[in-house]
């Protein structure tokens, strides 16, 4: 059974013949009394009483109609739905973005996306670069930014800019110098991202330099978010990290002093999608949007 046949079967009863079917179909007339023989042939039962000048259903033929009817349009409906995501007037765009994107100047992806295509839905998913990429790899989204380093089996990664990460601290002498491991693991620290811990792509990095030092890096305080580790280290509760794109934010703190590291620590952000999984147009044109607003962040950056 196809698509073919069944819109042959429908477009006959529809117009009362072979003839005008054909027409409608711009196929010839034997074409289309030939594909519903084979539709006849397939189910073992006839579907008009031939015979007068104008084609009858039977009790077969009006059983199936309804069916036919709902398959074609399903199949109509799937084909306007590709055709209006070819053209961007339609369609979802689903894709992952960094926990701190307002830092990256992401805040008006989205204004500006839906700007350009006001008929296509958009759904955005923040959270931490693990999940994020676990989200891509599982096809729960199609692509998204994250931070390095990431569990990337099944992606393909495309890094697009490096963020250096600084030592904060409201006491100006524990930033007179670059900061080594060691002297970072004996300082009261409190780190966000407490849900992801050392799964966190940034204290992923800390930690295997630690571990090569022979050290530990216990924090005395984790929350979730950068805002609130800052707040605390304003406070004088304890020192904590935070990239230079949050250190030039209009929002960080007064009074806080920062410091590089000795060996100099790097957000590195990158796309990641399904590695032999295409996207769909909405997608990939969201995610070129993203892709140029880094990279000209970082340009900036390196100006």
């Known amino acids: 059974m196809t698509l073919n046949q069944l819109r042959a079967f429908v477009e006959a009863e529809r117009l009362g013949s072979?003839?005008?079917?054909?027409?409608?179909?711009?196929i010839a007339q034997a074409s289309a009394s030939?594909?519903?023989?084979?539709?006849?042939?397939?189910?073992?039962?006839?579907?008009f009483l031939r015979g007068s000048r104008t084609l009858?259903?039977?009790?077969?033929?009006?059983?199936?109609?309804?069916?036919?009817q709902e398959a074609l349009e399903a199949a109509d409906s799937g084909v306007r739905a590709v055709h209006s995501l070819g053209s961007l007037g339609g369609g979802t765009a689903t894709f992952g973005v960094l926990r701190n994107a307002d830092y990256y100047l992401l805040a008006n992806l989205v204004q500006l996306f839906h700007a350009r295509y006001p008929a296509v839905r958009v759904r955005l998913v923040g959270q931490n670069s693990a999940e994020t990429a676990a989200a891509?790899?599982?096809?729960?989204?199609?692509?998204?930014?994250?931070?390095?380093?990431i569990d990337d089996e099944g992606l393909a990664v495309t890094p697009l800019m490096r963020d250096e990460v600084l030592y904060v601290s409201a006491?100006?002498?524990r930033t007179r110098t670059p900061v080594s491991i060691e002297a970072f693991s004996r300082a009261p620290l409190v780190l966000y991202d407490a849900h992801y811990g050392w799964r966190d792509p940034t204290r992923r990095q800390i930690a295997e330099r630690a571990q090569f030092a022979g050290?530990?890096?216990?924090?005395?305080?984790?929350i979730e978010h950068v805002e609130a580790a800052l707040k605390l280290a304003a406070a004088g509760v304890g020192d904590t990290i935070a990239s230079r794109a949050v250190i030039s934010s209009p929002s960080f703190p007064?009074?806080?002093?920062?410091?590089?590291?000795?060996?100099?620590?790097?957000?590195?952000?990158?796309?990641?999608?399904?590695?032999?999984?295409p996207l769909s147009r909405a997608?990939?044109?969201?995610?070129?949007?993203?892709?140029?607003?880094?990279?000209?962040l970082g340009n900036g950056s390196s100006g």
């Open 283 to 296: 997608t990939r044109e969201l995610a070129r949007l993203a892709e140029d607003t880094i990279r000209e």
């Open 171 to 173: 006491d100006p002498e």
């Open 254 to 277: 007064s009074g806080l002093h920062t410091a590089p590291f000795e060996e100099p620590l790097h957000d590195t952000i990158a796309l990641v999608r399904r590695r032999g999984h």
């Open 56 to 68: 009858t259903l039977t009790a077969a033929g009006r059983e199936l109609l309804p069916y036919a």
């Open 18 to 26: 072979f003839t005008a079917a054909a027409k409608a179909m711009d």
């Open 215 to 222: 050290v530990r890096v216990e924090p005395m305080i984790e």
């Open 34 to 47: 030939e594909l519903v023989r084979r539709l006849e042939t397939e189910l073992d039962t006839d579907l």
């Open 136 to 149: 891509v790899a599982a096809g729960h989204i199609e692509a998204g930014l994250v931070i390095l380093p």
